[in-house]
Every structure is written in C-alpha cells, then in structure tokens.
Nanobody, 124 residues
Framework: QVQLVESGGGLVQAGGSLRLSCAAS????????MGWFRQAPGKERELVAA????????YYADSVKGRFTISRDNVKNTLYLQMNSLKPEDTAVYYC?????????????????WGQGTQVTVSS
C-alpha cells in the first residue's frame, strides 16, 4: 500500500486560492489512479477530483469544474489540487486517496489508501 500525507490546507477568504499537496511513499504511486475527496460536517465524503496514473485523464465533480485542477508529479510522488475561486461551501476536510487501478476511479470503494486529511476553511 501507499502512504499518503496531505498538506496545504488553511483559512482563506471567499474568492481566494489554495494548493493542496499529497506526498506519497511507496513505489506504487506512479501506477495508481489518485483522487481528492472532501467531507464537510454532517455530510458524506464526496469525490472532488480524480486523475489517472499518467495524469492524462481527469475527472471533476460538477461543483468544482472550472475552479479546481488536479495534477500529479510521478517523479516527486506528489499529488496536487489547485483550488481557485473558493466558496464557503468548499469548507471541508480534504483527503487524498490512492486507487488499486491505473485508470481514473470515481467510486469510493475503488480507493484503498487514504491520507489523514487537511482542513480547508473558506470564510465569507
């Protein structure tokens, strides 16, 4: 399994930007599809964005399309989520996750390794 550690969360005003990073350890990162999930208080965990092993295919939830960008660096073993035009409804704990498959995964059950999460708070 791959170990994942997120960073880059924080407090930002509406309209601002943040860049989340997820450092992965283990040789399987470069062959694994990856995803960013988020969970707000009282809500279920939801997929925000996903990316294939090569970075060639991406998926975004409708709520973040045009504002968030997922990317990866397989040399640095790092996954990123660039978040622009943030809204108060983006407030949540953000998790990165690794899938056992190499193609883009969009179901929570497809992801077997999870980070500890990083808090993102967007003030109005």
């Amino acid at each position: 399994q791959v170990q994942l550690v997120e960073s880059g969360g924080g407090l930002v005003q509406a309209g601002g930007s943040l860049r989340l990073s997820c450092a992965a350890s283990g040789r399987t990162f470069s062959s694994a599809a990856m995803g960013w999930f988020r969970q707000a208080p009282g809500k279920e965990r939801e997929l925000v964005a996903a990316i294939s092993w090569s970075g060639g295919t991406t998926y975004y939830a409708d709520s973040v399309k045009g504002r968030f960008t997922i990317s990866r660096d397989n040399v640095k073993n790092t996954l990123y989520l660039q978040m622009n035009s943030l809204k108060p409804e983006d407030t949540a704990v953000y998790y990165c996750a690794a899938s056992s498959q190499f193609r883009v995964a969009t179901m929570t059950r497809d992801f077997g390794s999870w980070g500890q999460g990083t808090q993102v708070t967007v003030s109005s």
